[in-house]
């Protein structure tokens, strides 16, 4: 039996916004601990909560982009439980009338486009930051103290849910990173997972191949790179299959994975336990945008990636378009394209030799890196890659090193590709018996010989007519 996974996504984004959710303290990380406080994001008593206006403008327009209706009546709530990293004794976040609802996303794959639903996006605030010390993992367990900062307490954070639509590690994958890309082009945050300023958590189970069914899910927690959500998501299937093949049931709970060991750890049942007596906030009204503000902001939203994705997609490829937008490479191509250059071959230079040599997009003057996309096959192999470091530099001209040309004389590259084959009788071997792929292999080692020199096209025909010469 082929089993599927049965993914759905809680996503958490940290606002950059100058000041808090609920207080006029500077939000943002970098200062001292404890120095961005005051009685509001503090919990004392008596303090009251204002919203922050750009907060909500910004998740509305968050969820316009997300294809979502916008409550015109959005409700914040208080989520109760102890924890020193929460003064109040409670979170305020949105319960039942979230600001965003019914939206969905067009993730671009290999196979072709997949609509993934979102369930919600709403406003709320975080935490403290609690720090663990001691002990050599970081977490409390082992930790002999723990310290707490309060300056990230009253940020404004988005929570955003996704449908259990999402069904590879590769699409999860694809999801975020169009997510991310969207998020930090809407201006509303940087969205950096090493920063934590976007957090996630996946909600994982597996059926049948073809049935339709929703089985226990499981969630994993505390992963900090998009690599290190597929490696979990993939761990946790596997764990999951194996289970009901060796006819278990799986058991909803919580898991942490460690990258290190590439393991799922179970966190204690008490630490999930889930009754949070939500009730909605006295202090504060329900947040009730205009119509007109509503159209204005949907008015701001730039051509969003995932139209760009979809758009480039069709003149491209749903992979090829995905790396361009969310690498911020997009805008580049097009220049280039419109200069001239093959849309395939333009696409592989950026997102592989020009990304690869650190090369900055917004720098590069594309009519000369369409000369060069163009001229590539014309000139040494060394002659381009030294070119591609130098494209952003200011003044650059590709015309140097298009004069150089690439040795493409027979008669001086016959005598290497013949050492060559002559040094490697075992893949030489392997070729003639159907091994083709070993083609690359050959040429490459002429390259090398020749220090970039030659011609590929024309040492890899050579090497073909020799190795089917005999
Ligand atoms: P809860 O109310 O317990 O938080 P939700 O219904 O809000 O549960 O779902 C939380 C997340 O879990 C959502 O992202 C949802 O898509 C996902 N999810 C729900 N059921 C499943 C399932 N059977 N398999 C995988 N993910 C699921
Ligand atoms: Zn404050
Ligand atoms: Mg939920």
Not at 177 to 203: C, F, H, P, W, Y
Request: some cysteine; overall charge negative.
């Amino acid at each position: 039996m082929s089993w599927e996974p049965v993914i759905g996504l809680e996503i958490h984004v940290q606002l950059k916004t100058r000041t808090k959710m609920f207080c006029r303290c500077p939000a943002g990380f970098g200062a001292a601990e404890n120095t961005q406080t005051c009685p509001v994001c503090l919990g004392f008593p008596g303090a009251l909560p204002v919203p922050n206006r750009t907060a909500i403008e910004w998740v509305v327009k968050l969820g316009l982009a997300l294809g979502c209706e916008i409550a015109p009546r959005a409700v914040f709530a208080r989520k109760n439980y102890f924890y020193p990293d929460l003064p109040k004794g409670y979170q305020i976040s949105q319960y039942d009338l979230p600001s965003c609802i019914n939206g969905k996303v067009i993730v671009p794959l290999q196979e072709g486009e997949h609509e993934v639903g979102i369930v919600r996006a709403h406003l709320e605030e975080d935490a403290a930051k609690n720090v663990h010390v001691g002990g050599s993992s970081g977490r409390i367990g082992g930790a002999d103290y723990t310290l707490v900062d309060y300056n990230r307490g009253g940020t404004p954070l988005v929570e955003i849910v996704t449908e259990p639509h999402i069904h590879s590690a590769e699409e999860a994958k694809s999801f975020l990173q169009l997510l991310r890309q969207t998020i930090v082009e809407l201006g509303i945050s940087d969205a950096e997972m090493e920063k934590g300023t976007l957090r996630v958590d996946a909600n994982v189970s597996v059926r049948p191949a073809g049935s339709d069914e929703l089985r226990t899910r499981t969630e994993i927690k505390n992963m900090n790179s998009f690599n290190h959500i597929g490696r979990g998501i993939e761990a946790e299937v596997a764990r999951q299959i194996e289970i009901w093949e060796s006819g278990g049931a799986v058991e909803q709970h919580t898991y942490d994975f460690d990258v290190a060991s590439g393991t799922l750890t179970a966190r204690r049942a008490k630490e999930e336990a889930d009754d949070y007596r939500y009730f909605p906030e006295p202090d504060l009204v329900p947040v009730e945008p205009s119509e007109e503000l509503v159209e204005r902001l949907r008015g701001e939203l730039p051509e969003l990636p995932g139209e760009r994705i979809r758009r480039i997609g069709e003149a491209l490829d749903h992979e090829r378009a995905l790396v361009l937008v969310t690498g911020g490479l997009d805008s580049l191509w097009e220049e280039t394209v419109a200069a001239g250059a093959d849309r395939v071959s333009a696409a592989n230079v950026i997102a592989n030799q020009l990304v690869g040599a650190g090369v900055e997009p917004a720098t590069v003057d594309a009519a000369e890196l369409a000369k060069l996309v163009e001229g590539r096959d014309r000139i040494p192999r060394k002659s381009f890659d030294d070119a591609i470091v130098h494209v952003g530099d200011t003044g650059f001209s590709a015309e140097p090193y298009l004069a150089q040309e690439a040795v493409s004389d027979t008669s001086a590259l016959e005598p290497v590709v013949d050492a060559i084959l002559a040094a490697n009788p075992a893949q030489v071997e392997q070729y003639r018996g159907g091994k083709d792929g070993l083609l690359g292999f050959f040429v490459g080692q002429v390259m090398k010989e020749t220090k970039g020199a030659a011609d590929a096209r024309v040492v890899s025909e050579l090497v073909r007519s020799k190795l089917a010469g005999g």
